[in-house]
């Protein structure tokens, strides 16, 4: 439970990941709060990536425990993954497909009713105005609606949580400005949880943030009690 | 079972979508039509076994193409990341792909059946043993394709997938030559282990379990170790 008696939307307790002689997340203890945007930073090769794997049952844990909305990503990983919608660092697609067959492809993977999958997909498209695009073949899409389509799908089963590895890897500025308006509207209605590396956005985009540096968390501070994110970053790293 | 269908339908848009499937049907027919030209003519015997032992090898040589991509392309694009943080089994996914593979050689096998319908008005085939035959190279063809989808489970790079696959499938078909090689009970076990030792009965029309068992043992086996290898996280 969080401090307001409320049941966390995503509780990490002592979870590590170890490969070999390598530790790629020690010991980490985390509480993301229903309807915030919580951002994990810290440099490349933090393990954030890899928290993020774990939450969402792409890897298990070596010790410790993730719950999502109340379900152990392990011992009831399919309950669990069916409250989180994820898109990968790298946006992967089916080239093949086009935007919409795409997209009711996830929609139906994901559980929704066969008589909701147009709807489903209906209000996505517009969401992320792909409507444009909605009938062109994934592999000919720009990099910024490839992004924007890789989070229709995590979207499309209305989840309680998001996760967004480095949500505004690789787009233009303009696209940027765009994804951060679109987590931003994603808040409230969906817990936002995201790993990046470039403090000007998390300052603009998250709601609280955590410093991953070499697998452990170094701290939790709100965004709004941050005088500024680099000053913190530089003082403990 | 719906997630499984919901693959199924998935993989088989991306193998009917993708010129391999094409390709593959293409010189399959080809080779076989050839094959059965000649021999037809050669010994002017009604029966299919050489089109069957012909079938034989070309899917040794061809299965790896068509599993090579299977998890090998979805490792390296990383779709393989949606699917396994998507609410479904692994096993479903295994089986999705092995279906929809199975799915293609099926269709070649049927392609193949004009060649029975030609020795069945020009001549007085035994049936016996061409319905067995084409149980043969469906039991064949299933543990060819589960064996090259465990080994591109293995690897990300699909020529290392294929290469796994064809040597796999080389060392089966040869396993009992080194037989004499080695000592008991070994023997026995590389002898029971030959592919081509438990392909030839059926196709010649001596159906046996035991047979039918290796098939059907190996191709669940490297369907579950398939499995275990995506649980692997």
């Given at each position: 439970m969080s401090e307001g008696g409320e049941t966390p939307a995503i509780l990490a307790e002592g979870v590590c990941k170890r490969y070999r002689s390598l530790t790629?997340?020690?010991h980490l203890d985390l509480n993301v709060r229903r309807g915030e945007v919580f951002c994990l930073f810290g440099?490349?090769?933090?393990g954030k990536t890899t928290f993020l794997r774990m939450l969402t049952g792409y890897i298990s844990p070596s010790a410790g425990q993730i719950t999502v909305a109340g379900h152990d990503?392990?011992?009831?990983g399919l309950a669990a993954r069916c409250k989180i919608g994820y898109v990968p660092?790298?946006?992967?697609?089916?080239?093949?497909?086009?935007v919409d067959e795409f997209l009711r492809f996830m929609a139906r993977l994901r559980g929704v009713a066969s008589t909701a999958v147009e709807a489903a997909v209906e209000r996505v498209v517009g969401l992320l105005a792909l409507g444009e695009v909605v009938?062109?073949?994934?592999?000919?899409?720009?990099r910024g609606y490839r992004q924007r389509t890789a989070l229709a799908q995590a979207l499309v089963h209305e989840p309680e949580i998001v996760v967004l590895d480095?949500?505004?890897?690789?787009?233009d500025p303009r696209q940027i400005v765009e994804m951060r308006g679109l987590i931003r509207s994603l808040a409230g209605r969906h817990t936002i949880l995201m790993s990046s590396h470039i403090l000007s956005e998390i300052e603009k985009t998250a709601d609280r943030a955590g410093l991953l540096l070499d697998g452990k968390l170094l701290g939790v501070r709100a965004i709004a009690e941050v005088a500024d994110l680099e000053s913190w970053f530089l003082s403990v790293t | 079972m719906r997630p499984l269908v919901i693959l199924f339908r998935k993989e088989l848009h991306a193998t009917f979508t993708s010129p391999i499937a094409y390709t593959m049907a293409t010189v399959f027919l080809l080779v076989l039509g050839y094959t059965f030209s000649l021999t037809l003519f050669a010994?002017?015997?009604?029966?299919?076994n050489y089109i069957f032992h012909q079938v034989y090898v070309l899917s040794i040589l061809l299965v790896p193409v068509l599993t090579m991509r299977a998890f090998a392309e979805e490792r390296r694009t990383d779709t393989l990341e949606l699917l396994l943080t998507a609410?479904?089994?692994?096993i479903w996914i295994v089986l999705a792909k092995f279906l929809a593979a199975l799915s293609l050689m099926i269709l070649m096998f049927l392609g193949s059946l004009a060649y029975a319908v030609v020795l069945g008005l020009y001549g007085e085939p035994d049936w016996g043993p061409i319905y067995s035959g084409y149980l043969a190279v469906l039991l064949n063809a299933s543990l060819l394709l589960a064996l090259g989808l465990l080994m591109s489970s293995l690897t990300e790079n699909q020529v290392v997938a294929a290469a796994l696959s064809l040597g796999t499938f080389l060392m089966l078909w040869f396993?009992?030559?080194?037989?004499?090689?080695?000592?008991q009970p070994f023997e026995l076990f590389a002898v029971n282990l030959s592919l081509i030792g438990h392909f030839k009965p059926l196709a010649s029309g001596e159906v046996f379990l035991s047979d039918i068992g290796y098939f059907t043992t190996v191709t669940l086996l490297a369907l579950f170790l398939t499995t275990r290898r995506l649980m692997e996280r």
């Open positions: 790629a997340v020690d440099p490349n090769g933090s990503v392990v011992r009831d660092e790298t946006a992967p697609l089916y080239g093949h497909m086009r009938r062109k073949p994934v592999r000919v899409l720009s480095e949500p505004t890897n690789g787009l | 010994t002017k015997v009604a029966n299919l609410p479904v089994r692994e396993a009992d030559s080194v037989a004499y090689l080695l000592p």
